[in-house]
């Protein structure tokens, strides 16, 4: 492993050359039989055919769950035992060969949702998004169901099952500055006056 450094427009960065991958990741590990890294996802192989084989892939799917922890009512030694459940996960399809074939991380979420919110919905009346009774009908042809916040998987309340799939996640995200009437909007203008003069120029 070798430093190097370098200066450029007055500015000094440093960069570390790493000769073998695989003798760094070795390093970190307890088990100093060779292994082979794949650099993309850190798993590693102890034969290099295997690893070629896992490199060459076109594709790869990069998945994760995420779990709540809940307390039990069992216990082994004086210690609680603590249930695990799992209430989400997501996955990123990467091709590794170009990456306009790669598609967007997709997150799933279960909804988490406590005993007393499931009596809750249990006793409910009223959609908490239209804001309406439950009519006769309502139960067979709109019945109730369990609105849950597509961000965080919470549980939001009681609605029908045509106001909870119609119910969307704005697209728009607010942004509040300080003083920008003031002070601070002057540098704004003033990257927007360059980008102008850019324009003109090359017209």
């Known amino acids: 492993m070798e430093q190097l450094d370098y200066e450029e427009q007055n500015k000094v960065s ?4 790493i000769k073998d991958f695989n003798t760094l990741m070795n390093t970190q590990s307890k088990n100093h039989n060779q292994k082979f890294f794949c650099k993309y996802c850190i798993q590693h192989f102890t034969e290099e055919r295997i690893f ?3 490199t060459d892939a076109p594709f790869v799917i990069y998945a994760d769950f995420e779990a709540i922890v809940e307390p039990s009512n069992k216990a082994f030694e004086n210690s609680s035992y ?3 459940i799992a209430c989400g996960y997501g996955y990123k399809l990467v091709c590794n060969y170009d990456d306009k074939y790669s598609k967007p991380a997709k997150v799933y979420r ?4 406590i005993p007393e919110q499931k009596q809750e919905f249990k006793k409910s009346k009223v959609c908490h998004i239209c804001k309406r009774k439950y009519s006769d009908s309502d139960y067979i042809f709109n019945k109730p169901v369990r609105d849950g916040c597509h961000a965080l998987g919470l549980y939001r309340g009681s609605a029908h099952n045509n106001c909870n799939r119609l119910y969307r996640l704005t697209n728009k995200i607010s942004v509040v500055f300080h003083n920008l009437r003031g002070y601070d909007s002057h540098f704004i203008m003033q990257e927007i006056g360059k980008i102008i003069r850019k324009n003109e120029e090359k017209n």
Do not use: A, G, L
């Open 82 to 84: 603590q249930n695990h």
């Open 52 to 54: 070629k084989d896992h």
């Open 110 to 113: 279960e909804m988490v949702i």
């Open 14 to 17: 440093h960069y570390v050359w």
